[in-house]
């Protein structure tokens, strides 16, 4: 059955990113949706999406025993995301809205918190930072392009970036949906893959992600949070992996669901 009887549009199947193209107007209007949205669900901490095992096994262990300088973290919440980072980079520079979520520290490193602005912005010299990270921001940002040549200007050659996305419309973003914010919707691979290309990234790694359905079994068997657990991560990427040849963007059917549902890009400035 379909999860709405008016027919998807260019921007639901995938072949258009929502959001993208907005003047300063739109997106003045979309970000005073957004703003507090996350934190009125996420709390006063920020989910951390398994961050821990997740983030070490799909992006941190792509990053070798190299040291960082300075990171960039977009959309940063309380930091927790960067946890498995420690002794590895000499200060962040966060760009956080929710000033709830503002923290000294990330990673026991120095952490610098600074508000978003409207086109994505940031108020650091080219080439600055050595490290960027964006976890689970993207899909709340109207004007991801320009975002991600953002984040490009302010990373020396040779800086690393990692981001972790939902690759699933998050349903009907025409309408009010439980659990998410009123904007937020996932972002295509191939629109992905395109958008870091032209901002002058070269992809190092993409995995995938968050099969449905094996995290609510492992929970019904006894294992309260299944992504803390290497070995559940681990499997989940494997049956992700599998099953990537059934993604798609808009998933109506039940079968358009038997596919990884997020990804994480490792990408080098060039």
Not at 103 to 116: D, K, L, N
Not at 140 to 160: D, F, T, W, Y
Not at 183 to 190: C, D, K, Y
């Amino acid at each position: 059955m379909a999860e709405t009887a008016a027919p998807p549009t260019a921007e639901l199947l995938g072949l258009r990113l929502h959001g993208e193209g907005l003047d300063d107007a739109a997106l003045a209007a979309w970000f005073a949706d957004e703003e507090e949205g996350y934190a009125h669900i996420a709390g006063d901490e920020g989910e951390d999406g398994g961050a821990g095992q997740s983030n070490r096994l799909h992006a941190f262990r792509f990053l070798g025993e190299r040291r960082f300088g300075r990171c960039l973290a977009l959309g940063a919440a309380s930091g927790r995301e960067y946890s498995g980072l420690e002794g590895r980079v000499g200060s962040f520079v966060a760009i956080e809205p929710g000033r709830r979520f503002w923290r000294a520290t990330i990673a026991g490193a120095p952490a610098e918190y600074r508000v978003p602005t409207l086109r994505g912005t940031i108020d650091l010299p080219d080439g600055s930072c050595d490290l960027a990270g964006s976890f689970g921001v993207l899909h709340h940002i109207p004007n991801a392009s320009e975002v991600l040549g953002e984040l490009a200007r302010v990373l020396e050659p040779g800086g690393m970036l990692l981001i972790r996305e939902p690759i699933v419309s998050l349903g009907d973003f025409r309408r009010p949906r439980a659990g998410l914010t009123r904007n937020e919707r996932g972002i295509p691979p191939a629109l992905m893959d395109r958008m870091l290309a032209e901002a002058g990234f070269v992809v190092k790694a993409r995995r995938f992600l968050d099969f449905p359905f094996s995290d609510t079994i492992v929970q019904r068997l006894g294992l309260a949070r299944p992504w803390d657990h290497a070995w559940f991560v681990r499997l989940d990427h494997i049956v992700s992996r599998l099953t990537a040849w059934n993604a798609r963007y808009w998933r109506p059917r039940l079968i358009d669901k038997l596919a990884p549902r997020v990804a994480y890009w490792v990408a080098e400035r060039a």
